[in-house]
């Protein structure tokens, strides 16, 4: 039972272009979204993140959309850069659990081409 | 201030040993949790402990697998009698405390390969 969908294995983008990651989830009871990105060796680093009572969140290059009616939310990427290529998990949290028990997707790998 | 240590990298047992992976969380940390990756797939929950004490174990298998966090040292995730089926990359994550806004910090991992 895949709760978190990243249904794009991998997406291929220019340098200086936008990326969009997409990530979709079944369970309602998810209230917290993120981000983490992941390079070969080494483990997840946490990117952004946005809470269900929010419908966007930005930091710098990254801005995270979550549409709850739709459940679904993105990562956007702006502009993107040959060191943003790795892969990237969505991850959601559910109400009432542990705040570090999060609930992963498969992952995007990002290609930024120079 | 050193992040998350887990050693060692790489582990490789034969069918029906024991593996043994520790995680040293980073300084002022006293969350744990433990994550398991297989193949093609993303990293799902195993187990979340503070100092000796197992807080939620609702993603360890209900045989062969354990974990501990004891009042002095790393955490420990143990299999015993590995499978083929164990061979993952297992990672150790850490935080400071239990907030909502509250990120893991995660280590490097273990690759197990069990031949």
């Known amino acids: 039972d895949q709760q978190v969908k990243q249904n794009s294995p991998s997406l291929s983008v220019q340098e200086g272009r936008i990326s969009i990651l997409n990530c979709d989830y079944t369970?309602?009871?998810?209230?917290?979204f993120l981000w983490y990105k992941k390079y070969p060796a080494e483990g997840p680093t946490f990117l952004i993140s946005i809470s269900s009572i929010k419908d966007k969140n930005e930091d710098g290059r990254f801005t995270v959309f979550l549409n709850k009616s739709a459940k679904h939310l993105s990562l956007h990427i702006v502009p993107s850069q040959p060191g943003d290529s790795a892969v990237y998990f969505c991850?959601?949290?559910?109400?009432?659990?542990?705040?570090?028990?999060?609930?992963f997707g498969q992952g995007t790998i990002l290609t930024v081409h120079p | 201030n050193a992040g998350v240590m887990q050693n060692p990298r790489h582990l490789v047992r034969r069918r029906g040993q024991e593996a043994r992976l520790r995680c040293s969380p980073m300084k002022g940390h006293s969350h744990v949790y433990w994550y398991r990756q297989l193949p093609e797939e993303g990293l799902k929950f195993m187990v979340y402990?503070?100092?000796?004490?197992?807080?939620?174990e609702s993603g360890m298998p209900k045989e062969r697998f354990s974990a501990e966090f004891p009042k002095e040292g790393p955490s420990i995730l143990r299999i015993q009698q590995v499978v083929r089926g164990d061979s993952a990359a297992y990672f150790c994550?850490?935080?400071?405390?239990?907030?909502?806004?509250?990120?893991?910090?995660f280590g490097s991992g273990t690759q197990l390969s069990v031949l």
């Open positions: 369970n309602s009871m998810f209230d917290y």
């Open positions: 991850a959601a949290r559910a109400g009432g659990t542990s705040y570090g028990k999060l609930t």
């Open positions: 994550a850490s935080s400071p405390r239990q907030t909502e806004n509250e990120k893991l910090f």
């Open positions: 402990l503070q100092k000796e004490n197992i807080i939620d």
